[in-house]
């Protein structure tokens, strides 16, 4: 199934999320809920992000081609960036899943996920494989804070579902009561 591309402006308007920080020629944006503290930001741009400082993202610090490369390191898609009369970000072709060992599922390229506020474009997302985040379908870094290892869920007790109703498993989905042929 093919999705056709949102409008520029629709696009541009759905990735501006969170606290904004002006610089020249960019506007970058911030949504503290999805950040897991990766830190590729500060590691790539030491002079514009700035966590030990008020306002942590100093984007007058820095060109827009240099914030736009940090800012698309962020594997979370807790930063964007609004160029000043530019393009809006683009997604990556193609789409790429990569699985991060003891951790979320990291996805780039045209997204659109359905989450409980309803459907949200994206280009780049940490998806939680463990089961407890609190910011589902995001990961929140729950995972290292309860030991989830790859290759399974966490016990139901550390994901907060220890009580799920009759004929309920814990991802969520029923359970079929019917029986088979016998």
Request: include cysteine.
């Given at each position: ?10 696009q ?14 960019v506007t970058v944006?911030?949504?503290a809920p999805?950040c ?13 992000f700035?966590?030990?400082?008020r306002?942590w993202?100093?984007a ?5 081609e ?10 979370t ?21 990569t699985a991060v060992t ?7 390229g ?12 994206e280009v780049r997302a940490a998806l ?8 589902k379908?995001?990961c929140?870094?729950?995972h ?12 139901a007790h ?13 991802d ?7 029986q088979g042929?016998?």
């Amino acid at each position: 199934m093919t999705q056709s591309p949102l409008p520029p402006d629709a696009q541009a308007d759905s990735l501006q999320r969170g606290k904004a920080y002006a610089g020249e020629g960019v506007t970058v944006y911030y949504d503290a809920p999805r950040c897991v503290h990766v830190a590729n930001c500060v590691r790539g741009l030491p002079a514009v992000f700035r966590p030990g400082e008020r306002p942590w993202i100093q984007a007058w610090n820095a060109a827009a081609e240099q914030i736009v490369a940090a800012v698309r390191s962020c594997p979370t898609g807790a930063l964007h960036y609004a160029l000043t009369g530019g393009p809006v970000e683009q997604p990556q072709v193609p789409t790429t899943v990569t699985a991060v060992t003891d951790g979320p599922l990291l996805l780039r390229g045209d997204l659109r996920l359905q989450t409980p506020a309803g459907e949200l474009h994206e280009v780049r997302a940490a998806l939680c494989r463990c089961g407890a985040s609190s910011q589902k379908p995001f990961c929140d870094g729950t995972h290292a804070k309860i030991g989830w290892k790859s290759g399974g869920e966490a016990p139901a007790h550390l994901r907060g579902d220890d009580h799920p109703e009759p004929g309920q498993r814990a991802d969520g989905a029923r359970e079929s009561t019917e029986q088979g042929p016998t």
